[in-house]
């Protein structure tokens, strides 16, 4: 699970937790972006994204941190990430992508984006205002949607598609930063440890 996480959320947190259910996961690496290639630098430092991401997953032992791409120099791109797990885990075990329909429907834009496939499979969460639908991707992606998308993802290591309901929460890190910088409060959007630091760090002000 790979994200900005500037800052991490409730929407985060519950695509994780319902991929972990439905998809059959025994685990989700939290992988906060360093310096993510193809976005705007985010609001607040690399260091204190990661922070707030151990925050949010402490005491669940099913989900992990992953500090890699925020100590690497170099932009941070997943599919050289899926290379590095893939080389851990071995060429036999299965390993999952998770993201939100909007991001599904940017991989195109991704650094050697096709790659993906080869290393991992993809979990694909609905999120409000982005329907998972062929409509509107790209005709490479729409087509590859097509040719891997499967009901449950098979014991193969890699190469299928699963999109998955997950339960709406319509937050996101752009919305959060908004309330925060005009002084109003996103309690109740993200885990109160989380809005501790924010404000002990005086972030997104
Ligand atoms: P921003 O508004 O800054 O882009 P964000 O809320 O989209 O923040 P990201 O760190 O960009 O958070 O997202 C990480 C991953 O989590 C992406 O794959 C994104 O699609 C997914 N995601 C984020 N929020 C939700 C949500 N509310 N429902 C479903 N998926 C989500
Ligand atoms: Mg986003």
Redesign the pocket.
Known sequence: ??????P?????L??AEEARRILGLVRVLWIP?GRPPH?ET?AAPAEDRLAMTALAIEGNPAFLLDDTEVRAQAPSYTVATLERLRGILGPDRPLVL???????RGLPTWHRWMEVFRLAHLGV????G?PIADIGMSPELAGEWRARRVAELPAAPSGSIADFP?T??????????RLLADGASPRYLMPDGVLDYIRSHSLYR
């Open positions: 699970m790979g994200g900005t996480f500037d991490v959320h409730l929407g985060h519950r695509l972006a976005r985010p998770l993201m939100g329909a909007d991001a599904f969460a609905t999120r409000p982005h997950m709406a929460l319509d937050i996101s890190g752009t919305a959060l930063r």
